[in-house]
């Protein structure tokens, strides 16, 4: 199972490749993290908080250049981005945070609007035009974040914990849209997340990260497989007694 | 408030007090001196006195503003060698009297350095432009530690967000940081220039007060009061009060917008 999901993946190329990197951070130590994500997988880090996945993210993503090692991504536009808490712009209207991006990329107005209509339209926000972030509930800053990032058309999207702060209700409309995302879109994805469950229903490869470190890089199906490592074990909830073939 | 908090019954009484003291300090004045302000006001003095003073504040609240956002934002945001020295010494003059901070400058531009300004055009002892330059001086540490503030509020995700999208440097900062804080700033700018119509010490040392030549509204106040003029003296602190309440209440309603908005995202 494993090594034929391998084998796929082998065959795409890397969207982003991870040499040796690593970073302090306060008495926080991040790697070495040696990983290649491949074009058009949905990769998903799992971890519990504080193991440095928002930090690993946000290097891959730009947000900090004192870093060693490297970390190479392979896209002629730029990485998208949702953060946890949406970062929407607070002071712009749900129309303009969308044509944030579309504005930056010097689109016409005609353009701009056009596509804020259809990007609105495939997210289902496009009641939600005139209003301030401040007024949405949880799924719609969500929906709004993703069409913001998505409008620029990246190549790679990278979700921080996208559904935690989602009830369950809205978080399975949100997962059967991310998938949609990728399809329609056609990019590749990568899901910062501590739920076992997300990591499962959405990734085609996860990469375990404890203590800032990358301790494996499985196939869903293989998650709970049981390991040499005992903290891993331990963060997997693998006690002694269970069968190593378990599988989901 | 609890039934038998003592001492919060006597916190509350201190601050009563205070705010009697306050009101009664402030309105005295008004009491005294409004059946002269029509003819305050119709003064020659005085009008040269209120041009002189709006001019040069605004120009240097300008000066200021432009100075102290980039300068307060890239404290906030960035660190760099010398971070800390740099920004303790920006903060020196906040503590100074200001009649030490005028003396500073006088020591300054009474050196070749101002002989060589004077040369190119540009006088500044004993001339309006000296006033200019001592309320920059002295609103420039205040101005950058308010935008400190202000913009240690804003999540930097948010211009890396921004950055994310396709933003240049410049356009995140304009369009996010400038366009979150515009109100706060517009208030920073009130408030300046609010302190800079009523600058007195740093402006005496400079530029001395000399009778319709650099005579601003707290120099035409002196003025008076040293010629035993007290009814015009007065006349020019209501203008001043009045101006310094519409400034707090303006600023007041507009920094709770935007405290708003910076909240809300």
Aim: net charge neutral.
């Amino acid at each position: 199972m494993i090594q034929q999901c391998e084998e796929e993946v082998d065959w795409m190329e890397d969207i982003v490749s991870i040499k040796d990197v690593r970073m302090k951070v306060g008495e926080f130590q991040l790697g070495p993290i040696d990983l290649d994500i491949k074009r058009g997988e949905v990769f998903a880090f799992l971890g519990k908080t504080g193991a440095g996945k928002t930090l690993l993210m946000e290097l891959i993503g730009g947000f900090y250049t004192h870093y060693e090692g490297t970390i190479q991504v392979f896209s002629d536009v730029p990485v998208g981005i949702v953060l946890q808490e949406y970062a929407l712009f607070p002071h712009l209207t749900v129309a303009e945070n969308i044509a944030y991006g579309l504005k930056c990329h010097h689109y016409s107005k005609s353009e701009t609007q056009k596509k804020v209509k259809d990007i609105t339209s495939f997210f289902g926000i496009n009641h939600l035009l005139g209003q301030y972030p401040d007024t949405l509930s949880g799924g719609e800053k969500q929906r709004t974040a993703l069409a913001r990032t998505m409008a620029i058309r990246p190549d790679l999207l990278l979700l921080d914990e996208p559904f935690s702060a989602l009830d369950v209700a809205t978080k399975e409309r949100i997962y059967g849209q991310i998938l949609k995302i990728k399809e329609e879109f056609d990019c590749t994805i990568v899901i910062i997340t501590h739920d076992f469950h997300e990591a499962i229903r959405l990734a085609d490869r996860v990469g375990i990260l404890l203590h800032g470190k990358v301790k494996d890089v499985v196939a869903p199906g293989e998650l709970f497989v049981r390991r040499q490592d005992n903290e891993v074990n331990e963060f997997l909830g693998i006690g002694e007694n269970v069968d190593k073939k378990r599988t989901i | 408030m609890g039934k038998n908090n003592k001492m919060e019954i006597v916190f509350l009484f201190m601050l009563v007090l205070i705010t009697v003291f306050t009101i009664l300090s402030l309105f005295i004045i008004f009491i005294e001196g409004i059946p002269y302000i029509k003819e305050a006001f119709l003064s020659e003095e005085i009008q040269f006195s209120i041009k002189m003073s709006v001019g040069t504040a605004t120009v240097s609240t300008g000066i200021v503003m432009f100075f102290a956002v980039p300068s307060g934002y890239i404290l906030e945001r960035r660190e760099f060698f010398g971070k800390k020295l740099l920004g303790t010494i920006l903060e020196i003059p906040l503590s100074l009297p200001y009649l030490v901070i005028g003396i500073c400058l006088l020591t300054l531009f009474a050196s070749d350095f101002g002989k060589t300004l004077r040369s190119m055009g540009f006088p500044v002892i004993f001339h309006r432009n000296g006033i200019v330059v001592a309320q920059t001086f002295v609103n420039l540490p205040f101005a950058i530690s308010m935008i400190r503030s202000t913009v240690r509020e804003i999540d930097p995700r948010l211009e890396f967000v921004a950055k994310n999208l396709g933003a240049s440097n410049w356009y995140a900062f304009y369009s996010i940081v400038l366009g979150i804080t515009r109100r706060s700033l517009l208030s920073i700018g009130l408030i300046c220039w609010s302190r800079a119509l009523g600058e007195f010490g740093a402006t005496l040392m400079l530029v001395g007060v000399t009778r319709m030549k650099t005579e601003t509204l707290p120099g035409s106040i002196y003025l008076n009061i040293s010629t035993g003029n007290n009814e015009i003296a007065m006349a020019s602190a209501i203008l001043l009060i009045i101006i310094a309440l519409l400034v707090q209440l303006t600023s007041k309603y507009l920094t709770k917008n935007d405290t708003a908005m910076r909240r809300r995202g």
